[in-house]
């Protein structure tokens, strides 16, 4: 599993996936990658565009993700979730967790309105 | 209802893949679809003794046994149901010809994944229809069935040739239900639960069904209308309806929350889940609001609850060392070689007994049948061509040494559902203790006592006495 990342600004950035799962074969190696992301930034965007099958490792890790940025008041986003794994959200009730957006745009307007209104 | 030339045979065509992905993908047969307790299937064939049906004609393209299991021949609705099978590679029209309706004679021609329902039912050939496609429902001349049989390969074209035929009156039913896709089959659980009268059984408050055995926490909330199966088990603060079915045996976790579902049976629903707008089968659980099907691997979360009837277990290694050493000492008889590969190929024309459930070694069977009938010589044959070929088979833990006795299908039909089981999973063997005992020794019910310890680990005593008494046989003929 290799992260790719893109920085949109000085504290933002967009992480994508490589591969179409995130489950138990690659769960360790997205810990280790992400870790490096959420360490450097104050709002992660999550591509899930490439991700087709998600499994119960998988979603505990993006869990610990959110848990992370939320312990130093950072904000995640996740978009362009596929409809499998946004079925699988819903079926665990993580939809109501994670803020989910179907584009990179929306996301970004969100993290913009919030943004704007801490100020 | 019904008048005085009302058809008296409905051909019910139960071998129509559902057209739908997702249902596909869940491997349920729309026929199949358990909808408030029964398959539609069986709500199909009841809606057409109800119309006057006295024979019903069951085309199945596969899962014979299921419908088997689950129809019987019929006679529970006082009628006579014969099976034919459309294999995928044959020509439907063959299938017209064993059917041999008569040109003038009124059939109704359903689909087995639907049922229609109307007050005034007309006297000649109609087809019913809704917004433009077949519901699943005609009433046709033999004539009119021949011409449409060639399009009998798939429901769709079916559809189309029924609905395109002259001389037949096009109508609405006053109510369709469906099950040929997740989403109609949804549709048609909502329909059954709001209709009272429809129900096999009373509600136990209004608007919500629950079944014998099944155990509902005092905790958990059920919100009509909501049918509930046989032994399922919910647990507490889940939450259950509106619009929901848990077919039998299922279990809901605590936290759960089951929405416009069908649950279909045998299915675990793990802690916290929110299951929305969706079938459910075991592990799989088909969305119909994204329109995909999902695998769920981590059996927390998702699982089919029953276990396998019987594991099927390794043949015991003494099994196999005494079937070594059998062989081995039997070798030397060189010359029954020739007379095995005589009696095997006398024995492949003959082939295998069409009812038969399970699959056994093709040699088994006639030797068997014919020790049973009393045949002289059979032992003999049955040494040669079965128990002295299956030792290697033994050896290699193929097979057990001593195991069930092959038995037809109505036979089988015709036990509890406890002994149905055992002749699903156990292993076959090269005898039985029940062929020892003969035709004349045993009862019924001795002999399917005999197959169920054969389904257990035999001590090396008890197997001892058994060869034993089988070399006694073999050599007293």
Not at chain 2, 15 to 43: I, N, T
Not at chain 2, 277 to 282: D, I, Y
Not at chain 2, 328 to 337: E, I, S, Y
Not at chain 2, 382 to 403: E, I, Q, S
């Given at each position: 599993m290799?992260?790719?990342?893109?920085?949109?600004?000085?504290?933002?950035?967009?992480?994508?996936?490589?591969?179409?799962?995130?489950?138990?074969?690659?769960?360790?190696a997205?810990?280790?990658?992400?870790?490096?992301?959420?360490d450097?930034?104050?709002?992660?965007?999550l591509?899930?565009?490439?991700?087709?099958?998600?499994?119960?490792?998988?979603?505990?890790?993006?869990?610990?993700?959110?848990?992370?940025?939320?312990?130093?008041?950072?904000?995640?986003?996740?978009?362009?979730?596929?409809?499998?794994?946004?079925?699988?959200?819903?079926?665990?009730?993580?939809?109501?967790?994670?803020?989910?957006?179907?584009?990179?745009?929306?996301?970004?307007?969100?993290?913009?309105?919030?943004?704007?209104?801490?100020? | 209802?019904?008048?005085?030339?009302?058809?008296?045979?409905?051909?019910?065509?139960?071998?129509?893949?559902?057209?739908?992905?997702?249902?596909?993908?869940?491997?349920?047969?729309?026929?199949?679809?358990?909808?408030?307790?029964?398959?539609m299937?069986?709500?199909a064939?009841?809606?057409?003794?109800?119309?006057?049906?006295?024979?019903?004609e069951?085309?199945?393209?596969?899962?014979?046994?299921?419908?088997?299991?689950?129809?019987?021949?019929?006679?529970?609705?006082?009628?006579?149901?014969?099976?034919?099978?459309?294999?995928?590679?044959?020509?439907?029209?063959?299938?017209?010809?064993?059917l041999?309706?008569?040109?003038?004679?009124?059939?109704?021609?359903?689909?087995?994944?639907?049922v229609?329902?109307?007050?005034?039912v007309?006297?000649?050939?109609?087809?019913?229809?809704?917004?433009?496609?077949?519901?699943?429902?005609?009433?046709?001349?033999?004539?009119q069935?021949?011409?449409?049989?060639?399009?009998?390969?798939q429901?769709?074209?079916?559809?189309?040739?029924?609905?395109?035929?002259a001389?037949?009156?096009?109508?609405?039913?006053?109510?369709?239900?469906?099950?040929?896709?997740?989403?109609?089959?949804?549709?048609?659980?909502?329909?059954?639960?709001?209709?009272?009268?429809?129900?096999?059984t009373?509600?136990?408050?209004?608007?919500?069904?629950?079944?014998?055995?099944?155990?509902?926490?005092?905790?958990?909330?059920l919100?009509a209308?909501?049918?509930?199966?046989?032994?399922?088990?919910?647990?507490?603060?889940?939450?259950?309806?509106?619009?929901?079915?848990?077919?039998?045996?299922?279990?809901?976790?605590?936290?759960?929350?089951?929405?416009?579902?069908?649950v279909?049976?045998?299915?675990?629903?793990?802690?916290?889940?929110?299951?929305?707008?969706?079938?459910?089968?075991?592990?799989?659980?088909?969305n119909?609001?994204?329109?995909?099907?999902?695998?769920?691997?981590?059996?927390?979360?998702?699982?089919?609850?029953?276990?396998?009837?019987?594991?099927?277990?390794?043949?015991?290694?003494?099994?196999?060392?005494?079937?070594?050493?059998?062989?081995?000492?039997?070798?030397?008889?060189?010359?029954?070689?020739?007379?095995?590969?005589?009696?095997?190929?006398?024995?492949?024309?003959?082939?295998?007994?069409?009812?038969?459930?399970?699959?056994?070694?093709?040699?088994?069977?006639?030797?068997?049948?014919?020790?049973?009938?009393?045949?002289?010589?059979?032992?003999?044959?049955?040494?040669?061509?079965?128990?002295?070929?299956?030792?290697?088979?033994?050896?290699?833990?193929?097979?057990?040494?001593?195991?069930?006795?092959?038995?037809?299908?109505?036979?089988?039909?015709?036990?509890?559902l406890?002994?149905?089981?055992?002749?699903?999973?156990?292993?076959?063997?090269l005898?039985n203790?029940?062929?020892?005992?003969?035709?004349?020794?045993?009862?019924?019910?001795?002999?399917?006592?005999?197959?169920?310890?054969?389904?257990?680990?035999?001590?090396?005593?008890?197997?001892?006495?058994?060869?034993?008494r089988?070399?006694?046989?073999?050599?007293?003929e």
């Amino acid at each position: 599993m290799k992260l790719i990342i893109n920085p949109i600004t000085a504290t933002a950035i967009v992480v994508r996936f490589s591969k179409d799962n995130l489950d138990s074969s690659n769960v360790e190696a997205f810990r280790e990658q992400i870790k490096a992301s959420t360490d450097n930034c104050d709002a992660l965007l999550l591509d899930m565009s490439e991700l087709n099958f998600v499994d119960s490792s998988g979603l505990g890790a993006l869990l610990a993700t959110l848990r992370v940025m939320n312990a130093k008041n950072g904000q995640l986003r996740l978009f362009g979730m596929t409809r499998p794994v946004r079925a699988l959200f819903e079926l665990v009730r993580m939809h109501r967790i994670f803020l989910i957006f179907n584009t990179e745009e929306e996301a970004l307007a969100d993290l913009s309105a919030g943004e704007q209104a801490d100020k | 209802m019904t008048s005085a030339n009302a058809p008296l045979t409905a051909i019910l065509f139960a071998c129509w893949d559902s057209p739908d992905p997702m249902l596909q993908q869940l491997g349920l047969a729309p026929a199949l679809m358990p909808l408030a307790g029964k398959p539609m299937v069986q709500r199909a064939i009841e809606q057409a003794v109800g119309l006057g049906c006295r024979r019903i004609e069951l085309v199945l393209a596969g899962q014979m046994q299921a419908y088997e299991l689950l129809l019987g021949d019929g006679e529970r609705w006082g009628c006579a149901l014969n099976y034919h099978y459309l294999p995928p590679a044959s020509q439907p029209v063959q299938l017209l010809a064993r059917l041999a309706p008569e040109a003038d004679v009124l059939y109704w021609v359903v689909s087995a994944d639907s049922v229609v329902t109307e007050s005034v039912v007309p006297d000649g050939a109609c087809v019913y229809c809704d917004d433009g496609q077949w519901s699943g429902w005609a009433r046709l001349s033999g004539a009119q069935l021949g011409n449409v049989m060639h399009s009998a390969r798939q429901r769709e074209h079916f559809g189309q040739a029924v609905l395109a035929l002259a001389d037949t009156e096009q109508r609405a039913p006053q109510r369709a239900l469906h099950s040929s896709s997740a989403s109609s089959a949804l549709n048609a659980l909502q329909t059954l639960l709001a209709d009272t009268a429809a129900m096999p059984t009373r509600p136990r408050e209004p608007g919500i069904w629950i079944g014998n055995g099944s155990k509902i926490h005092p905790g958990a909330i059920l919100q009509a209308p909501v049918w509930i199966g046989q032994n399922v088990l919910v647990r507490e603060h889940a939450q259950i309806g509106p619009g929901s079915m848990l077919a039998d045996g299922c279990v809901v976790d605590q936290g759960a929350s089951v929405e416009q579902a069908i649950v279909l049976p045998g299915t675990y629903i793990g802690q916290g889940l929110h299951v929305n707008k969706a079938l459910v089968k075991g592990n799989l659980i088909a969305n119909l609001e994204h329109g995909v099907t999902i695998h769920i691997p981590d059996r927390a979360m998702l699982a089919q609850t029953q276990a396998p009837e019987l594991a099927t277990r390794a043949t015991p290694w003494t099994q196999r060392l005494i079937a070594a050493l059998l062989w081995l000492l039997f070798w030397p008889l060189a010359g029954w070689r020739h007379m095995l590969r005589q009696s095997a190929s006398e024995l492949a024309r003959t082939g295998q007994d069409p009812h038969r459930l399970r699959y056994f070694n093709v040699r088994m069977v006639p030797s068997h049948a014919a020790i049973q009938a009393g045949v002289s010589g059979a032992w003999g044959a049955h040494f040669r061509t079965t128990f002295y070929p299956g030792l290697r088979d033994v050896a290699a833990g193929k097979l057990n040494l001593v195991g069930i006795t092959p038995r037809t299908s109505e036979e089988i039909h015709a036990l509890p559902l406890y002994w149905q089981r055992i002749y699903r999973r156990g292993r076959s063997g090269l005898f039985n203790e029940t062929l020892l005992l003969g035709r004349a020794g045993a009862s019924q019910e001795m002999c399917f006592i005999g197959d169920a310890i054969a389904t257990e680990a035999l001590s090396l005593g008890r197997l001892l006495l058994l060869l034993k008494r089988y070399f006694a046989a073999v050599w007293h003929e």
